[in-house]
């Protein structure tokens, strides 16, 4: 093979990460990639996992191929968080479930099933969205067109507009929601407006495929999964993704599912067939170990008990790095109210800065933000804050 193109493009997030790492200034501060660092700038490894990662250990399994669907007390385990162990769809057996490589996993079986499904679907996602969204879904074949989302004027939603989008939207459009930690702004749609959102969904024939990558960072495990619990009430049948990277801080190991929630089990086990062939053609099964863990995890009492804790440090500690980057923002004389920033929830802020701001952040003060303004607030520690507050007041 001779090949005569050029390079392809950086991930804008990951390329970020790799000037970071090369970047020599010692006091460089990494607000860029969406990871959870705890109050050391270390990343976490919590006690659940370890305790389950021991008990593995002290039971070492053999390494057969898995199920090409996973692991099945994961994909009930999944189900549970999603849904609810005793709600209906899970008790009537109506969702299909399937492990997949991280929610980018999740979310490309799911695309790939959609194209066969609905080959000429348009897919909207909201402006702006993951940078990922974009790609994966034009990636799987599709047209990817944007919702209004962010109101930089308001700093909050446009809530109008993207109602609007929606009930202009042709049917059998897939449009991607963030289920809770809208990834870039920090910015949610209130429950009344997930009520509106999911009615439109309804009347216009819309698909909706839900990407739920930070259940629990926001306001909690259960609440954070409300939306979804909006879509089953008004008898829709959807799509969600799940991700563990950041609530099991598994990053590497690749953990997330696919859900589809069908019209019945009958019909779920025939889209779980499909969903099977999609995996097949690609990686044949997932890998074991990360599934395992969180399998082991919540599927034990003590454990769960011990993750949802811990989970919960993750979450209050963001939270009061919020509060704390509002009063040092002003202890270190920026003079503009910073106080939306608090009115933001899970692990992004989207700041205000422009792109020249966050370059001069960068370059000269070695605090490292995307171009959009994006910060990751779950980076933020008691030792940088103060840091990071001088440089940003310094070229506001
Ligand atoms: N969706 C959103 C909105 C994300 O922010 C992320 C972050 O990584 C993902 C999906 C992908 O998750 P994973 O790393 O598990 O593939
Ligand atoms: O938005 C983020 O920073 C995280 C991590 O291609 C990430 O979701 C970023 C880019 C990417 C994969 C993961």
């Not at 919590?46 to 007390?73: K, N």
């Amino acid at each position: 093979m001779v090949y005569r193109r050029r390079n392809g493009p950086r991930d804008p997030i990951l390329g970020l990460n790799e000037q970071f790492n090369a970047d020599p200034n010692p006091a460089k501060v990494n607000l860029g990639v969406g990871v959870y660092f705890d109050d050391n700038g270390k990343l976490p490894l919590l006690a659940c996992v370890r305790a389950a990662e021991h008990a593995m250990m002290e039971a070492p399994t053999a390494r057969g191929y898995l199920p090409i669907d996973g692991i099945a007390a994961y994909d009930a385990a999944v189900k549970g968080l999603v849904f609810g162990a005793d709600s209906e769809p899970v008790k009537s057996g109506r969702v299909a479930t399937v492990q997949a490589i991280g929610g980018t996993g999740g979310l490309k079986v799911g695309a790939d099933f959609l194209k066969h499904l609905n080959p000429n679907a348009k897919v909207l996602i909201s402006d702006p969205s993951w940078e990922n969204h974009r790609a994966l879904f034009t990636n799987a074949g599709f047209l990817v067109e944007t919702y209004p989302y962010y109101d930089a004027a308001k700093r909050g939603v446009n809530f109008e507009g993207m109602l609007a989008a929606l009930n202009a939207a042709a049917a059998g459009t897939i449009v991607v929601l963030h289920a809770c930690c809208h990834n870039p702004t920090g910015y949610d749609i209130t429950a009344a407006q997930w009520d509106q959102v999911v009615a439109a969904v309804k009347a216009r024939g819309l698909t909706a495929f839900l990407d739920m990558a930070y259940q629990g960072f926001g306001h909690g495990i259960r609440e954070d999964g409300a939306a979804i619990g909006k879509f089953v009430a008004a008898g829709l049948s959807f799509f969600v993704s799940t991700s563990f990277s950041k609530s099991f801080s598994l990053y590497g190991e690749r953990v997330g599912a696919l859900s589809v929630l069908c019209e019945n089990k009958e019909e779920a086990d025939r889209v779980l067939s499909q969903l099977k062939i999609v995996i097949r053609t690609n990686y044949s099964n997932p890998p074991i170990h990360g599934g395992a863990v969180v399998a082991a995890v919540l599927g034990n009492p003590e454990l769960r008990a011990l993750w949802e804790k811990e989970l919960g440090e993750m979450r209050v500690r963001i939270k009061q790095m919020r509060n704390l980057l509002v009063e040092k923002l002003k202890a270190a004389g920026v003079k503009q109210d910073m106080s939306f920033i608090t009115s933001q929830i899970g692990m992004f802020s989207y700041s205000g800065l422009s792109k020249d701001q966050m370059v001069r952040l960068r370059n000269e003060f070695g605090v490292y933000g995307t171009d959009t303004g994006r910060m990751c607030v779950a980076a933020l520690n008691s030792k940088n804050i103060d840091y990071v507050c001088a440089s940003i007041a310094k070229v506001i």
